[in-house]
């Protein structure tokens, strides 16, 4: 089921910790992004990056960092400046930029405590 | 503001009946809209977009532009197309998708 991976696939942390979450994809695509589930609420989106070395924030990006050095890795840093981290994390990419699908990965249940 | 509206959380119908998601959006150009489903323990995944015309697995889903709406229909609900559904609108010239809220579809046997 490979494309788009996310890991871990649990992640517990203690308050005023930060916490960096992963993601790879071999899908070849230039735009990557990161989502936010939470129930009742949809997916918010946070960062997404067009291309290597450039990302713009979303919605909802603070308290959150991200890099984006190589083509197929954009990890999410949940920052303890983050007021409510406990949540579920999807990662995405697609193609390129535009309204081209967005391939998802398994996500990332984060709870901080 | 709310891009992206799907009044429904939760939507039950039994099996064989016919179904409607309902999605309406804000956008004033010509929006190019997606759904995408979520089954139960799988990954979120594009099931159809407004611009492929397509029907999978059974699913249409028609632009109206006069009412903003983008709903997701089946003639006859079946028990596997229960799952958490969410239409998406890509915003302006940027990837940049809304999403709705969701609704989350069971289908009674």
């Known amino acids: 089921d490979g494309g788009i991976t996310q890991s871990p696939k649990y992640l517990f942390r203690k308050e005023g910790q930060n916490v960096t979450l992963s993601c790879e994809q071999n899908l070849n695509h230039d735009a990557m992004y990161w989502y936010r589930q939470d129930p009742g609420q949809g997916l918010r989106l946070i960062y997404y990056s067009q291309i290597v070395n450039d990302f713009q924030k979303g919605d909802i990006a603070e308290g959150y960092s991200v890099s984006r050095e190589k083509k197929e890795s954009f990890p999410l840093t949940v920052t303890s400046a983050q007021k409510n981290p406990t949540a579920f994390y999807l990662c995405?990419?697609?193609?390129?930029?535009?309204?081209?699908?967005?391939?998802f990965g398994p996500g990332t249940r984060l709870t901080v405590t | 503001a709310q891009r992206v509206t799907q009044p429904e959380k939760l939507l039950s119908v039994f099996k064989g009946a016919p179904v409607e998601l309902k999605c309406n959006y804000s956008?004033?150009?010509?929006?190019?809209l997606f759904w995408y489903v979520q089954y139960s323990r799988q990954r979120l995944q594009l099931l159809l977009r407004h611009i492929s015309r397509e029907s999978i697995k059974g699913f249409t889903a028609d632009l109206n532009k006069g009412e903003t709406s983008f709903h997701l229909k089946k003639p006859f609900a079946q028990e596997e197309d229960s799952a958490m559904y969410y239409c998406?609108?890509?915003?302006?010239?940027?990837?940049?998708?809304?999403f709705g809220t969701g609704t989350s579809l069971t289908v009674i046997p």
């Open positions: 998406a609108l890509p915003f302006d010239s940027i990837n940049q998708f809304y």
């Open positions: 956008y004033s150009g010509s929006p190019e």
């Open positions: 995405a990419s697609s193609m390129g930029w535009g309204p081209y699908e967005q391939y």
